[in-house]
């Protein structure tokens, strides 16, 4: 066995010993792992330490300082934990280090690209034949696809965006949902847009975006909406507003970074009418759980994406399907590969089964909670559930006290101007033992500061 072959076996016994460890271990690490990592903190060495040392530091200090995101009572910001098959792929993968730009470059990767974004668009039921590129983030999939619109906006409007940039350009109009993610105003932002240029879609009383308050759209208008608001999981009623967008002439792009997955799944008719936009993001690394980073804009003009996108060069000609034409990247790894893998291993059944295993647990923990004595702030459509305490101190207090027992982890929002936290169903590991475990902290939790107060 050369030095190779040992470090990556070594690799590979860690890596198992602390997935078999997983489920016992604290979602947030504690303050002993915390202090552990000034291991990290050594000079820049002359000469270079062996890899067995080097993997050993990174697990021996950074394994008990892990997140465990990948754990069953993760429950924050809907961060899936990683599917076995979609994480053997990508371990596999680390093994080829493919450039996967294009056909070219890796073939295996864009064939397998290839069907994974087939396979995405029939089982979202998005239109077939739109571009899919596979990048990192729903945030950079939001990039992608704005821009996108812009360029096909403005080429409407008689505007060569390619040739004469944005100086002078007709203004165009972005509208997001008073509820829009940071990510979608990050993208917006990014691409140029200030706030003073955007326009508030106001919601309703669920967070969705109100179809009689709805700004005046026309055919220079960005509009933005979301499929799976992030505190409640609420959909924009698609139906009743994209149609009259399309008529405006607008371009309507959805936010699906978790929500989108319901459209897999027997609630389906919450996205319903989602299908007539004209471009969508969600992410693989969500509620698919595989592991990070793989997020997928998909976009029904495949050619618009492709050319806003384009990075052809007289050395790097390729096909109009190049993932280096549907991504912000050139150079990348294959990403859409642990997506056909899920896929692949979970099928149309698997992946309906685990949304709608999430959803259940998450009605069923807020008719739990309620009984105990919380306030559930939201419908619980999806698998979110959104909670508060009697006064605000103690949503705060309740929160941390869970967190510190080390039973579970979910993250704190807020809503309508008030504390929250908002616990996210989403990992495939999560079980019943999990859910119960999690209502018993919190019960325990709300218990013990109103003893206190
Ligand atoms: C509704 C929504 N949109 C966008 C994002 C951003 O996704 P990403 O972290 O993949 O960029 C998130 C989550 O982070 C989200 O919940």
């Known amino acids: 066995m050369n030095d190779e072959q040992r470090l990556m076996d070594e690799a590979d016994r860690r ?51 892990t997140v465990a995101s990948n754990g069953p009572r993760y429950f924050g910001f809907v961060i899936g934990a990683a599917l076995p098959a979609a994480a053997a792929a990508d371990r596999l ?13 890796s073939p295996v990767s864009a064939t397998v690209e290839r069907v994974a974004a087939a396979w995405l668009l029939e089982i979202l039921d ?3 034949g739109s571009g899919v590129g596979f990048g990192t ?47 979608v105003r990050k993208a917006v932002r990014v691409l140029g847009f200030g706030s003073a240029q955007v326009i508030e879609a106001p919601v309703d009383a669920f967070g969705r975006v109100d179809p009689q308050r709805l700004p005046a759209l026309d055919d ?55 299908d007539a936009a004209d471009s969508w ?31 052809d060069a007289a050395y790097a000609q390729s096909s109009r399907d190049a993932q280096k034409n549907l991504t912000l990247e050139f150079s990348r790894r294959p990403r859409g590969i642990a997506i056909w893998a899920a896929l692949r291993t979970l099928g149309r059944d698997g992946v309906a089964a685990m949304v709608e295993q999430h959803c259940a647990y998450a009605s069923a923990l807020a008719q ?19 909670v508060r305490c009697a006064d605000d101190a103690q949503t705060v207090a309740v929160r941390q006290a869970v967190i510190d027992s080390g039973a579970a982890w979910f993250g704190a929002s807020l809503w309508q101007g008030r504390p929250a936290f908002r616990i996210s169903v989403s990992s495939w590991r999560t079980g019943p033992a999990d859910m119960a475990q999690l209502a018993a902290a919190l019960t325990q939790a709300l218990r013990a500061c109103a003893a206190e107060q």
Do not use: M
């Open 220 to 274: 220079r208008t960005l509009l933005c909406l979301q499929a799976g608001e992030v505190n409640t999981g609420e959909f924009d009623p698609f139906s009743d507003i994209i149609p009259h967008a399309k008529r405006a002439g607008a371009w309507v792009h959805v936010d699906g970074a978790f929500g989108l997955w319901a459209r897999a799944s027997s609630l389906h008719p919450l996205t319903a009418g989602v």
């Open 137 to 183: 983030s729903a945030t950079a999939g939001t990039v992608a696809c704005l821009a996108t619109a812009r360029r096909a906006l403005l080429a409407r409007a008689g505007w060569d965006l390619d040739r004469d940039g944005l100086a002078g350009a007709p203004a165009i109009k972005v509208v997001l949902s008073a509820t829009a993610h940071i990510a």
């Open 126 to 128: 998005l239109p077939r």
């Open 368 to 386: 739990t909670l309620r009984g105990a004595g919380f306030e559930v702030l939201n419908r619980v459509v999806l698998n979110q559930v959104l």
């Open 281 to 311: 993001t969600t992410d693989g690394h969500k509620w698919l759980n595989t592991p990070y980073d793989g997020a997928v804009a998909v976009c029904r003009d495949a050619d618009a994406l492709a050319q806003a996108l384009n990075s």
């Open 15 to 65: 890596a198992s010993g602390y997935l078999q460890g997983i489920g016992g271990r604290r979602p947030y690490p504690g303050p002993e792992a915390l202090a552990g990592l000034a291991a990290f903190d050594e000079p820049l060495p002359q000469q270079g330490h062996d890899g067995l040392g080097t993997l050993a530091l990174l697990d021996q200090a950074g394994s008990p300082a």
């Open 93 to 105: 993968l680390l093994a080829w280090d493919q450039a996967a730009s294009t056909f070219d470059s």
